[in-house]
């Protein structure tokens, strides 16, 4: 059983700087590529950033210059950074990562995390 377990959401004022944190745990051997997604009512999910395990990362191009993605392979974490917040970056944002187990490799999501911003 592998998890995805986010944290870091939360209510911040336009402008504001938030961090989230995504831990892997459970039966794997190898973490590949990490991601933040985000989603909005109606809409279709939508990548943020991605890295991968080497470190190169890729950004959605409203996204650049604001976030700041990052892994921690030791911890089996993966970090948005997230500044210069503005309204329309509310949104749930998930986690997503490609695993290694036994059985094979396969894409896992997290439960979500809700991020606002508003004054």
């Known amino acids: 059983q592998v998890q995805l377990v986010e944290s870091g959401g939360g209510l911040v004022q336009p402008g504001g700087s938030l961090r989230l944190s995504c831990a892997a745990s459970g039966s794997f051997f190898r973490l590949y590529d990490m ?9 279709q999910r939508e990548l943020a950033a991605s890295i991968t395990k080497g470190g190169s990362t890729n950004y959605a191009d409203s ?9 921690d392979n030791d911890k089996n974490t993966v970090y948005l950074q997230m500044n210069s917040l503005k309204p329309e970056d509310t949104a749930v944002y998930y986690c997503n990562a490609r695993i290694g187990r036994l ?4 894409g896992y999501w997290g439960q979500g995390t809700q991020v606002t911003v508003s004054s």
Do not use: E, H
């Not at 059985?103 to 396969?106: E, I, P, R, V």
């Open 35 to 43: 991601g933040w997604y985000r989603q909005t009512p109606g809409k």
């Open 103 to 106: 059985d094979g490799t396969s």
């Open 63 to 71: 996204m650049k210059g604001r976030f700041t993605i990052s892994r």
